[in-house]
């Protein structure tokens, strides 16, 4: 078997020796920890191996940080509410170069690396592709050596622990820090206070100039943690900024004033609540007073921080953007804006103006989302409330904005309010994508087909008052971790054939497509890809309790339950192949052996997401079971989908489902990932599933459904799902099995609610595509008969999808907005 870290000591020169790793892991267990090696359980093996391993990157990091100040060349600030960074041990034995000296010296002392790995809590500070693009991003950018630090928050539970309660979705808190982590360094000296609440006031300064200041009611410390983030094959080290909130000593003092201990910890509590969960919202926010309280936290924090600490005393801040590019990752850090506004004019002075100027040379802004529900708006109440005079300054931005609006469109007083920051329906309320949009130098989408939705549809306005503003950069993943760690297999392989070039430089897998034609090399890629199976198989067994076969086709589809990503369409198709065997319209024996895997987690309060995971579960019941399909089709959903399963599954796969309607997937990056490894993909032109599809080309892609120009058709002529339904019998042969029981024991209402939509509304025209959808999957099966032309279409997507790599997507970044220089460290 296959395991995480075995083959990447070929990838960089080790630090250290056996026996000096040896004896820094006893003295770490020892004098560090206070635990003798007899007697360690497997978290005291886990943390001594983490700090031992730690140790070796210190000194690069430092060094990294003294490079860059001395240097005060240009820096990137990533400004992100969400990092899903998924296990730190392996990706730092990787980047160390120290895997396979530390699997010797402790199998010379008796121990497994795999074993105590396994005892590692991944830090889940994310809830899908946007937090997990961050955490991309950052290792991209600390391998290319560029100057960066990432900014966000350590929430002391990260997205919820998924299990299934008789087949339903129940959250479970995720305390991922209850053992500590060893990865982390805290600095509570260098905590900064935040501020909330209290109001304005106006007042004439020494030189007799008239100014605001922002009296705060209350306030919190914001400790920052860092966390170490090493490039690959460099010795530059980059930093993870992530700010814990803790009560400052005013509440303390309160115990002593009044007296009331009770109230005084409660208010403690208040303060520290700020930092406590991640919203366990994606796409879909919640507009909550306390995340807004987040959002500000951890931006002020962070501006504090790089304007104080990080720039030198005394730096000019009409300059600040010839030394940081402010990235805002969606709409969450956009309250930056007028913070750094606050900063430039109430606190240094500087005249509004200048300030705007600066201000908007400093931040860009990216856009991950098409939905017009997750377009976040703060109510002017609550935003007026909680920060007074950011409400202010963006009442100001939007007056002097409107006011060039009206100047260059003059009498169309509608596209004006269309524009407004402010929207007065159906309450008064700030929409920050408007905000960033316009306090931003750059905004960008995520792949070609979202920053032309972008300039074409939401944002029209804007980039029809400042075309130049737009541009794309399609996303990317790192190779490091979803090819080097997650694949030791296939990375073994493309190096034996290609050499090591390509973690660094992953358009160089190019060079694979010779191999696609070579019959010894497909036999060895499906050699990696049945033992990637049989991986997945063993670890779903002891970790799930499934049982499943490791000789099928693994068809996969895992990602957050949306209705717009359709799962329900997924399900459809197992439903029909069911429905067509129990018809007798179809063979068992002709049926593929498949293991449909899903994963997927849905937000808590998301109904239909929750109403559509019991339904997959019901179905996998029966599915699973049920004789007359002799084994042929499973149903695999293994709860609490993360990232160290993604590492596990997404090599084994054999097709990618990214079947998402056309123009609503802003990207998508498990698409990425799963090409990458060797998947072959069945989507819609949709995010950059367009971008793998023109680079694959037409015979290695399964491509079905509506374009996104025909699903504006469709949606305008008046769509109809009971249409679909009545006019297509296999159509209507899957949805009357579901209402007829046959999933819930004859139970014919268990899913109305997600039946009665489907063929009532049906927002996201999954009956409108399934035809399409179930002829394309077809057209999988026959392929799937002939292996050869399947590995050589695999080995092709694989050679192809080099594009992908997050180093390609920073090095857009850099071109097209941060202009940063890289700085390695000697
Ligand atoms: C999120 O994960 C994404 C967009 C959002 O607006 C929010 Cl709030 C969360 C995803 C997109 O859905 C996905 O298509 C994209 O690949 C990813 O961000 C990274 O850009």
């Not at 886990?46 to 240097?71: C, E, F, G, P």
């Not at 996969?556 to 029909?576: A, D, F, S």
Request: hydrophobic share 40%; net charge negative; charged share 25%.
């Amino acid at each position: 078997m296959h395991t995480v870290t075995e083959n990447t000591q070929r990838f960089s020169s080790s630090p250290a020796t056996v026996e000096s790793f040896t004896s820094e892991f006893v003295r770490q267990l020892r004098y560090e920890q206070g635990v003798d090696l007899g007697f360690a359980s497997s978290d005291d093996l886990y943390q001594a191996l983490a700090r031992t391993v730690r140790r070796y990157m210190i000194d690069n990091w430092l060094d990294t940080l003294s490079t860059q100040t001395a240097k005060g060349a240009k820096a990137v600030a990533y400004l992100s509410a969400e990092y899903l960074m998924g296990p730190q041990l392996p990706n730092a034995l990787l980047a160390t170069g120290l895997a396979e000296v530390a699997r010797d010296s402790l199998a010379a002392l008796g121990l497994d690396l795999d074993e105590i790995g396994a005892t590692e809590v991944e830090p889940g500070l994310g809830n899908g592709g946007l937090g997990r693009l961050a955490a991309c991003f950052i290792d991209s950018l600390a391998t290319m050596d560029i100057p960066a630090v990432g900014y966000g928050i350590r929430y002391e539970y990260g997205i919820f622990r998924q299990t299934f309660v008789d087949g339903r979705q129940a959250e479970q808190p995720d305390p991922w820090l209850s053992k500590g982590s060893p990865w982390e360094f805290a600095h509570p000296d260098m905590a900064v206070e935040v501020g909330f609440h209290g109001h304005t006031e106006r007042y004439t300064d020494a030189a007799g100039v008239e100014r605001t200041r922002w009296v705060r009611g209350d306030c919190v410390l914001a400790v920052p943690y860092n966390y170490m983030v090493p490039g690959y094959g460099t010795k530059n080290v980059n930093t993870l900024r992530l700010w814990s909130a803790k009560a400052t000593n005013a509440f303390d003092l309160q115990i002593f004033n009044a007296g009331d201990y009770e109230a005084a910890v409660r208010a403690q509590t208040v303060a520290e609540n700020i930092s406590k969960v991640i919203y366990p919202e994606d796409s879909t926010p919640q507009g909550k007073e306390l995340r807004l309280k987040q959002q500000y936290f951890f931006v002020a924090a962070s501006l504090a921080d790089f304007i104080n600490q990080t720039l030198p005393q005394g730096f000019d801040l009409t300059k600040i953007h010839e030394r940081v590019t402010f990235q805002l990752n969606d709409t969450h850090p956009v309250i930056a804006i007028p913070e750094l506004m606050r900063i430039l004019v109430d606190e240094r002075g500087i005249d509004w103006a200048t300030a705007w100027d600066v201000t908007r040379k400093t931040f860009n802004y990216t856009c991950h989302t098409l939905l017009p529900e997750a377009l976040e708006v703060w109510s002017v109440e609550l935003l007026g409330r909680l920060l007074p005079r950011h409400l202010e300054i963006i009442f100001q931005i939007n007056e002097e904005f409107l006011a060039e609006v009206r100047k260059a469109y003059p009498g169309d007083e509608l596209r004006a309010r269309r524009m407004s920051i402010i929207q007065e329906q159906p309450e008064r309320a700030v929409r920050m994508a408007f905000l960033a949009s316009i306090g931003s130098s750059k905004i960008n989408g995520v792949a070609e087909l979202h920053s032309q939705l972008l300039r074409d549809k939401v944002l029209n306005d804007f980039s029809e008052l400042w075309p130049s503003k737009f541009t794309n950069v399609t996303n990317g993943v790192t190779p490091r971790r979803f090819l080097a760690l997650s694949n030791p297999g296939l990375a073994n392989l493309i190096t034996e054939a290609i050499g090591e070039g390509w973690v660094k430089d992953l358009e160089r897998l190019r060079e694979l497509e010779p191999f696609a034609e070579d019959a010894s090399f497909r036999s060895e890629f499906r050699a990696v890809k049945a033992a990637n199976k049989e991986r997945f198989v063993e670890l779903i067994a002891q970790r799930d309790g499934i049982e499943l076969p490791a000789d099928a086709m693994y068809d996969v589809m895992v990602k957050r339950l949306h209705e717009y990503k359709r799962q329900m369409l997924k399900l459809l198709h197992v439903v029909t192949l069911y429905d067509r065997v129990l018809r007798g319209e179809l063979r068992a024996s002709d049926i593929t052996p498949r293991v449909v895997t899903f994963g997927a987690k849905a937000a808590p309060g998301y109904k239909m997401a929750k109403e559509i995971i019991a339904l997959i579960n019901a179905v996998a019941k029966v599915v699973n079971h049920a004789p007359e399909l002799q084994g042929r089709l499973q149903i695999a959903f293994p709860a609490n989908y993360n990232v160290t399963l993604a590492e596990k599954l997404i090599p084994a796969a054999d097709l990618s489902e990214q079947i998402s309607l056309a123009g609503k997937e802003a990207s998508g990056t498990g698409n990425m990932k799963f090409a990458l490894n060797g998947a072959l993909t069945i989507g819609t032109l949709d995010g950059a599933n367009v971008e793998i599809y023109d680079l694959v080309g037409d015979e290695h892609f399964f491509l079905f459904g509506l374009t996104e120009p025909q699903v504006a058709d469709v949606v305008d002529a008046g769509y109809k799902p009971g249409a679909y339904y009545e006019g297509n019998r296999s159509l209507k042969g899957a949805i009357d099995l579901i209402a007829s029981g046959a999933f819930s024991n004859g139970d014919r209402n268990a899913f109305e609610f997600v039946l009665s939509d489907l063929l009532g509304k049906d927002r996201f025209l999954v009956l409108a595509d399934y035809q399409a959808y179930v002829d394309a999957q077809d057209k999988v099966e026959v392929a799937y008969a002939d292996q050869e032309a399947w590995s050589r279409s695999a080995i092709l997507n694989v050679a192809r999808t080099g594009f992908f790599s997050s180093d390609r997507s920073i090095q857009d970044y850099l071109d097209r907005i941060w202009h940063a220089k890289p700085q390695p460290v000697r």
